[in-house]
């Protein structure tokens, strides 16, 4: 016990030593790592020697590093061979740097281990990496931290390739891809380029974006700016006078619609603040704050910089090959500096720094409210007031991530019931007494919903909720298209109405096999479809005009449903897809 905690201490304690105590330290940090079999002490001294080495290029390799590189290589656990990995690539091993490259160009490799190669080379400054990056923005494994990882390199093309790929991207990933085209004035001049002539929305460079933008200081970015989104406003009268105008037009005017609020607090806000158990830690966690009070929300919205806390405030740091990130210094000594921006987490290499000024501002940009609609504002500041958390109203960007085929995310369930396998989303139970539900955050009106579906065995029974609400034993109120022997193609109002339609479509279903089911909701419309065979087809105006989609177990005996390949698209033609 002794001589592990003393390892472990050397090991975090790499960074503060001088390069003779270093080049010591680590020769007899390898010479335990290759004496010890301990998986767990493994994992505990390479963890320790990435943290102490963060940041850090070109660090002479110890000896004997090669032979226990070797060793743990082959060790069965991923995480040490990662970190094995990329500490070799700290050592400047052209080995790791060849096999790092080889597991990012595998698309059939397992994605995490792809993006942590990625990770890996962007922080080695791998010379060839840029060029990768953007073929790699067509793989959506990896293509979020693609986007990201383009900000390390002044590369003329990557601007170009961002650009014409924006408008396929999801709200995420737009995100990321704004943050990447600010991060650079080259980037940033094509970025407003774009906004000009309209093929990227002004209102989607959120206030966070264009105070990056006016980060440059660059006559010809402020001019841009300027005659986009106009001059910023820093007198306190201003403010106030603008309190004001919000304050009385969300009291005269109807109350907001909270679902739609969370969709606009997710464009805006979720990646620096937590609300609900969900969100950013960059900014502080507002669950417990004075939500309440319509002024308390307008004066921390509209004048961020009245109060700063100290941890809260940013900082600009400016690489030497022109780089500018804005964000909150957590961390940095003499040989990296680690700065927490809305969308990641960079450690720059001290020797990498031109400059570091800590601004009297605080990380939440002002004029946040200036790119929303009096709408918009109403919705935000409802769902800010709001209690409890809301379903999200699904909108044109949210709802590419429905289902993002890795994860449950946005998705609420018991896990021990239902989880992800290949791409498939799987609902498995040994018996159930009551009915279990998988449900989805977002908020649907008229869509179209696409999937497959697979039960096994057929004669037990599960269902698509739709138009449906969460109610508050957990349970699922609403539509449900229904599957299972006896019931497949039949429209059942779970907690209400009982069965509307009661005609069976038994005779379209591959049994135990895969079905393809297909929901149209247009209005009063509904329409179902199995295998492209019409079952439902009914206008009933006493239903629901929206709600939640969600999956359901059956109580009952032992059974397996899956769902795969889902689609949503919104406000359809009411016409069934699959019939045609």
Same mark, same amino acid.
């Given at each position: 016990?002794?001589?592990?905690?003393?390892?472990?201490?050397?090991?975090?304690?790499?960074?503060?030593?001088?390069?003779?105590?270093?080049?010591?330290?680590?020769?007899?940090?390898?010479?335990?790592?290759?004496?010890?079999?301990?998986?767990?002490?493994?994992?505990?001294?390479?963890?320790?020697?990435?943290?102490?080495?963060?940041?850090?290029?070109?660090?002479?390799?110890?000896?004997?590093?090669?032979?226990?590189?070797?060793?743990?290589?082959?060790?069965?656990?991923?995480?040490?061979?990662?970190?094995?990995?990329s500490l070799s690539l700290t050592f400047?091993?052209?080995?790791?740097?060849?096999?790092?490259?080889?597991?990012?160009?595998?698309?059939?490799?397992?994605?995490?281990?792809?993006?942590?190669?990625?990770?890996?080379?962007?922080?080695?400054?791998?010379?060839?990496?840029?060029?990768?990056?953007?073929?790699?923005?067509?793989?959506?494994?990896?293509?979020?931290?693609?986007?990201?990882?383009?900000?390390?390199?002044?590369?003329?093309?990557?601007?170009?390739?961002?650009?014409?790929?924006?408008?396929?991207?999801?709200?995420?990933?737009?995100?990321?891809?704004?943050?990447?085209?600010?991060?650079?004035?080259?980037?940033?001049?094509?970025?407003?380029?774009?906004?000009?002539?309209?093929?990227?929305?002004?209102?989607?460079?959120?206030?966070?974006?264009?105070?990056?933008?006016?980060?440059?200081?660059?006559?010809?970015?402020?001019?841009?700016?300027?005659?986009?989104?106009?001059?910023?406003?820093?007198?306190?009268?201003?403010?106030?006078?603008?309190?004001?105008?919000?304050?009385?037009?969300?009291?005269?005017?109807? $109350?907001?619609?909270? +679902?739609? *609020?969370?969709?606009?607090? %997710?464009? @805006?806000?979720?990646?620096?603040? /937590?609300? #609900?158990?969900?969100?950013?830690?960059?900014?502080?966690?507002?669950?417990?704050?004075?939500?309440?009070?319509?002024?308390?929300?307008?004066?921390?919205?509209?004048?961020?910089?009245?109060?700063?806390?100290?941890?809260?405030?940013?900082?600009?740091?400016e690489t030497k090959d022109e780089r500018?990130?804005?964000?909150?210094?957590?961390?940095?000594?003499?040989?990296?500096?680690?700065?927490?921006?809305?969308?990641?987490?960079?450690?720059?290499?001290?020797?990498?720094?031109?400059?570091?000024?800590?601004?009297?501002?605080?990380?939440?940009?002002?004029?946040?409210?200036?790119?929303?609609?009096?709408?918009?504002?109403?919705?935000?500041? $409802?769902?800010?007031? +709001?209690? *409890?958390?809301?379903?999200? %109203?699904? @909108?044109?960007?949210?709802?590419? /991530?429905? #289902?993002?085929?890795?994860?449950?995310?946005?998705?609420?369930?018991?896990?021990?019931?239902?989880?992800?396998?290949?791409?498939?989303?799987?609902?498995?139970?040994?018996?159930?007494?009551?009915?279990?539900?998988?449900?989805?955050?977002?908020?649907?009106?008229?869509?179209?919903?696409?999937?497959?579906?697979?039960?096994?065995?057929?004669?037990?029974?599960?269902?698509?909720?739709?138009?449906?609400?969460?109610?508050?034993?957990?349970?699922?109120?609403?539509?449900?298209?229904?599957?299972?022997?006896?019931?497949?193609?039949?429209?059942?109002?779970?907690?209400?109405?009982?069965?509307?339609?009661?005609?069976?479509?038994?005779?379209?279903?591959?049994?135990?096999?895969?079905?393809?089911?297909?929901?149209?909701?247009?209005?009063?419309?509904?329409? /179902?479809?199995?295998?492209?065979?019409?079952?439902?087809?009914?206008?009933d105006p006493k239903g629901a005009r929206?709600?939640?989609?969600?999956?359901?177990?059956?109580?009952?005996?032992?059974?397996?449903?899956?769902?795969?390949?889902?689609?949503?698209?919104?406000?359809?033609?009411?016409?069934?897809?699959?019939?045609?």
């Open positions: 016990m002794i001589l592990r905690l003393f390892v472990l201490m050397a090991a975090l304690a790499i960074g503060f030593t001088t390069h003779a105590q270093n080049d010591e330290a680590l020769t007899a940090l390898v010479q335990v790592l290759g004496e010890n079999d301990d998986l767990q002490f493994q994992l505990d001294v390479l963890r320790g020697m990435s943290e102490g080495l963060k940041g850090r290029r070109g660090v002479r390799m110890p000896q004997g590093w090669d032979d226990v590189a070797t060793k743990l290589g082959k060790s069965s656990n991923r995480e040490v061979r990662e970190l094995t990995q400047g091993s052209a080995t790791a740097m060849n096999s790092l490259r080889n597991t990012l160009a595998d698309a059939n490799a397992d994605p995490a281990a792809r993006r942590n190669a990625l990770e890996s080379l962007v922080q080695a400054r791998d010379p060839n990496l840029p060029p990768v990056l953007q073929k790699l923005l067509s793989d959506p494994a990896v293509r979020a931290a693609a986007v990201r990882g383009l900000a390390a390199y002044d590369d003329p093309k990557s601007a170009e390739v961002l650009l014409n790929l924006y408008n396929s991207l999801n709200q995420a990933e737009k995100k990321d891809a704004l943050n990447t085209l600010v991060s650079r004035a080259t980037y940033a001049k094509a970025l407003l380029s774009a906004v000009g002539n309209k093929s990227v929305p002004a209102r989607d460079l959120s206030a966070d974006i264009v105070r990056q933008l006016r980060n440059f200081k660059d006559a010809e970015i402020n001019q841009q700016v300027e005659k986009l989104w106009g001059v910023a406003r820093d007198t306190e009268a201003d403010k106030l006078k603008e309190i004001a105008k919000y304050k009385s037009m969300i009291t005269v005017e109807p $109350a907001g619609d909270a +679902s739609h *609020g969370r969709a606009i607090f %997710a464009r @805006t806000c979720l990646q620096c603040h /937590t609300l #609900f158990g969900e969100g950013g830690k960059v900014g502080p966690d507002i669950t417990g704050s004075n939500r309440g009070d319509l002024d308390y929300i307008l004066q921390n919205i509209v004048d961020p910089n009245a109060v700063i806390p100290n941890d809260y405030r940013t900082s600009n740091l500018v990130i804005t964000g909150i210094v957590t961390k940095q000594d003499e040989n990296a500096v680690t700065i927490v921006t809305a969308n990641e987490t960079v450690i720059v290499p001290r020797s990498d720094v031109k400059s570091l000024q800590q601004g009297e501002i605080s990380m939440m940009p002002e004029g946040l409210l200036q790119a929303l609609n009096n709408g918009e504002v109403r919705d935000l500041v $409802a769902y800010l007031k +709001s209690p *409890g958390q809301v379903p999200m %109203a699904a @909108t044109p960007d949210n709802v590419l /991530t429905f #289902f993002n085929g890795k994860d449950l995310s946005g998705w609420e369930g018991n896990t021990n019931l239902w989880t992800v396998q290949d791409g498939e989303i799987v609902g498995k139970t040994a018996g159930l007494k009551n009915n279990e539900f998988l449900k989805n955050s977002l908020l649907l009106g008229d869509f179209r919903l696409v999937l497959r579906v697979k039960l096994t065995p057929n004669k037990e029974n599960s269902g698509i909720q739709f138009r449906s609400e969460v109610e508050p034993s957990g349970s699922v109120k609403g539509y449900q298209a229904d599957v299972g022997a006896g019931w497949w193609g039949k429209l059942y109002e779970e907690h209400g109405r009982a069965l509307l339609w009661d005609k069976s479509g038994e005779a379209h279903v591959k049994t135990e096999d895969w079905n393809t089911y297909e929901i149209v909701a247009v209005g009063s419309r509904i329409r /179902t479809a199995i295998n492209g065979k019409l079952c439902v087809d009914l206008d929206r709600g939640i989609i969600a999956f359901q177990l059956h109580s009952g005996e032992a059974m397996e449903v899956r769902f795969k390949d889902l689609k949503i698209e919104l406000d359809p033609k009411f016409e069934l897809s699959t019939t045609k």
